[in-house]
């Protein structure tokens, strides 16, 4: 029988085309209504998580410090802060209608740039700990890394004049010599040469020259040679070293104030004003440990006590309490790294002992390795056989390969049986087998589900594909790359407040980019007509939001091609003097701060690199029963041990030493 079209059955059933219509609209109102409420709870929902976090920093901070919470004033601005997202949220929640009105102020982009800039002190838990108080009050925030971004200002600017009066020279001599079209007038000249030393024109600008007249690649070379070799390395040179001078005094400070918090703290315990006795100063220490969760605190005591050849009766005046206080956190840490590898070397123990010969032998883990490489391969060739159509009909070798993928499926899942019978509740403790074992399971899963579903098996080759990716645990068997991913990631923190100059900085230019060009880039504007930024397809790099401007500082930050965006905004808002906007923006965020978050990373990378192979070294000694386990663990071990007194003022004392 044959089957009758919808639209052939539409008279027969009494409906007319208009009410099909309707009908199709009263969809698609109700699809775009439900995108909106969708997209307004996301707002709520994001909004709410940002600003929990900092109401309950708040209220920490007036538990702790009771009546000097309202002594500074940039608490009144972070309450203030507060108030007004809090508001925003349950305005946009009750759909009132003056929040049209704050939505067009933009001053959600206000509120972008001034939270983190007064909320980027250490944690309110740390502000009532004695040693960190001052710290967090005066130093561990991004307006301490601005301050002593600005301290050096002056000795960029020196530099910076002799390569603007280097450019300014040279623009000029080049509309001397050259006539083409990149050269013809001198701020045309001056343009072009400026957006040459930053090389995202090079060498299209200047093709033109050397085409005619071959001998002007002596001009252009020594352009380069001096602007862009020389003055703009000498500008990274000079602001890398003048800041760390400003980390030496950033240091001194440091120190100075933690001098200060360690008299405070005894004379709190110096009662009788002719010093603390050694049961006072035990019971300290015991609190601490207390605090951070230290085992074997009186062990660690006895040996501070020891090595300063203390006896119970002694009193303790202020220069032997630093000297203590110094010598039981080296202890602590000592006492950390060793204690990780007893664990290790009693976990081996242990696992040795049983009947663990094949899963411990190298040959099986070579084999492993080895299975799960051909279980990638095999599921990336499925992928691209298959392309994007998963209905096809399947060749000899799709239904093969198909076949080794059930196969490899299989045997992970005999692996992690096997695992989980020799290991028991161990297996647990690492994140890769948790990480296995949720994916076996689901590509048994999947596997065993297409039996009756066959649409399912392309999943299978994307959840192999997604479990190989543990073969980047295969760089921790390098001792090198270990150590600079553990760096990497131990320096992050250390290193946020810098990086958030960056963003301060890129988040100014972006609201000011919004006012200066909001509205004026839109596809089919008239004006972009027939410019490289038009022709580029650059529609979306834009200032028409604050999202959108952050996009596009970040595009100006990499350099290149940032003139095309530079001219295309240029020709939309009829002005040169955007140019200005975009020129400014590279002397300061790119030249300038751009160059101390790089300098800072890679200075305070190479020190804590050299400083951690150099204990790596030393930490084992080569005649030890487990030399060769633990050099294969120390990298890990050490930073083990180094955690708990990491922190952004260690980064700049290493780098100080250096």
Known sequence: MEIMDASAAQPLLGISEEE?????RAALLKSVEFQATLQKAAFLVDQALCVFPLIVSLLLQRYYKFQTFWHHGSTYVKVGLCIIISVRIFAAAANLPWMFFYQGTMANMY???????????SSPVHDVCLCNYAVGRKCSSLRGCFRMTLQIVHSFLD???????????????????????????????????????TTANNPNVWAEVYTNNRISFIFFFVYMLVGFFFLMHLLFALIYNNYKVQLAVEVHKHATIRQNNLRAAFDLLNLNRDGITIPTATALFNEIGSYRHISDVDSTVQKVFARR??????????????????????????KAEARFLEEDNEVTRIRMSCTTILIESNFYKCFSWAVTLASLVAAVLDRSIRGVDFTAPRGISLSLLTTWEYAFGMFFFVEMSMKLRVLGSNYWD?????????????????????????????????????RSLRIVSLLNHFTRWRLMFCLLVRMVPATAPILGIQYCVCSLFAILGVHLFGG???????????????ASGLWVYNYNDYGSAMVSSFNLCVVNNWYVIMDGIVAASGTSWARAYFITFWAISVTF??????????????TQLEKAENDRSMVVPQNSKYAVLTRKKVGFSLFMGYSRTFSKYDLYEEIVKR
């Not at 978050?597 to 305070?604: D, E, K, L």
């Open 309 to 334: 050849n203390r006896s119970p009766d002694d009193k303790i005046i202020f220069g032997d309490f630093q000297m203590l206080c110094d010598q039981f956190l080296r202890e602590v840490d000592r």
């Open 593 to 606: 701060t751009l160059n101390v978050v790089v300098a800072f990373f890679v200075g305070a990378f190479t």
């Open 159 to 197: 530099t910076a004049i002799l390569l603007a009066g280097f450019i300014l020279l040279s623009a000029w001599l080049a509309n001397v010599l050259f006539r083409e079209p990149n050269f013809e007038d001198y701020p045309t000249s001056l343009l072009s040469l400026l957006i040459m030393l």
């Open 430 to 466: 690492s994140l890769r087998n948790c990480y296995d074992t949720l994916l076996t399971f689901s590509i048994v899963g999947v596997e065993i589900l297409s039996n009756w579903h066959p649409e399912v098996v392309e999943w299978i080759s994307l959840l192999l594909i997604i």
């Open 20 to 24: 099909t219509t309707l009908r199709e």
């Open 520 to 534: 004026l880039v839109y596809v089919g504007n008239p004006l972009l007509e027939g410019t490289e930024y038009a």
């Open 111 to 121: 509120l972008n740039i001034l939270t983190p800039i007064f909320f980027s002190r």
